[in-house]
């Protein structure tokens, strides 16, 4: 794994084949995961929304299906696309590597346009597939202040870098790694739990932009960029800084720890 280090990105990385490749497997990974998350949503809507015959839906099992539906479709799309690009399937986990030095600034542009482009295809596939079904995104349940939905997308997005860092990125890591699509979907579906009667639980900006665009729905969607980016920055700085010990020198030859290979970063 390359030391810590904090650059803008070369022409050549810029144009390397490994980089078009890895922007790629973003966008396809996005696309599985969010044509998952707001699928489950429009098929709940579709069969015990307020005009179906059939009886309606307890909220708590909706709650239940939905977090459901995103840990799986996370699992699978990280698990697609580590060894590729990383798997970092949100604008949000990208920023948090960005700033604890483990990505270039120019990778981390490539990242995020190609999220952003995967969570647009899939909620514009999504709507064309139902029938014209508008996309429910996001937003701040009634009674609910955009401050502490703000403070929740920050809190849960700080959850999931850290376990994205201590899984995925840690050199430490060893054989944690191989179950790091597992953890991360777990700390998903939890938080979805948590914080989906309150504001929906985004913690992925990439995720709320693609039905906010397609379904045209932008109340209150400021925080679903600026929580997420926020708790993942805190988690990024916290983990790097404080958890990671500094490089190891190499008189230190007793301690062997399993590095990351190039794309796992």
């Known amino acids: 794994m390359p030391q810590r280090r904090y650059e803008f990105g070369s022409a050549a990385e810029g ?11 973003e966008f396809l990974s996005t696309f599985i995961f969010v044509f998952a998350g707001e699928g489950a949503i429009l098929a709940l809507d579709k069969m015990y929304g307020e005009d179906q015959p059939a009886p309606i839906l307890p909220a708590a099992g909706g709650l239940v299906v939905i977090a459901l539906a995103h840990g799986l479709g996370l699992f699978a799309a990280i698990a697609s696309s ?10 949000a986990v990208t920023f948090g590597a960005l700033v604890g030095g483990r990505i ?7 990242y995020w346009v190609a ?21 429910v995104g996001f937003h701040v349940s009634a009674g609910v202040g955009v401050l502490n939905a703000l403070l929740l997308e920050i809190v849960m997005t700080f959850g999931l870098m850290y376990t994205v860092y201590a899984t995925g990125i840690d050199p430490k890591r060893g054989s944690l790694g191989t179950i790091a699509p597992l953890a991360i979907a777990f700390i998903v579906g ?8 309150f504001d929906g ?5 990439a995720r709320a932009f693609g039905p906010a665009l397609v379904g045209w729905r932008w109340r209150d969607h400021w925080i679903y960029w600026l929580g997420p980016f926020i ?7 916290i983990y790097e800084y ?4 500094s490089e190891i020198t190499p008189h230190h030859t007793h301690h062997h720890h399993q590095p990351l290979a190039p794309e796992d970063y």
């Open 231 to 237: 708790g993942a920055a805190i988690a990024g700085v």
């Open 15 to 25: 144009t390397h084949p490994d980089s078009m490749r890895a922007a790629l497997s």
């Open 201 to 205: 639980a985004s913690m992925n900006p």
């Open 82 to 91: 580590t060894n590729v690009s990383g798997g970092h399937v949100n604008p």
């Open 115 to 135: 999220q952003l482009a995967g969570a647009v295809v899939a909620s514009l596939l999504l709507r064309l597939a139902t029938g014209g079904m508008r996309p």
């Open 104 to 110: 270039s600034l120019l990778r981390a542009v490539f």
């Open 242 to 245: 404080a958890i990671i010990p």
């Open 190 to 197: 939890a938080n979805i739990l948590v914080g989906g009667p």
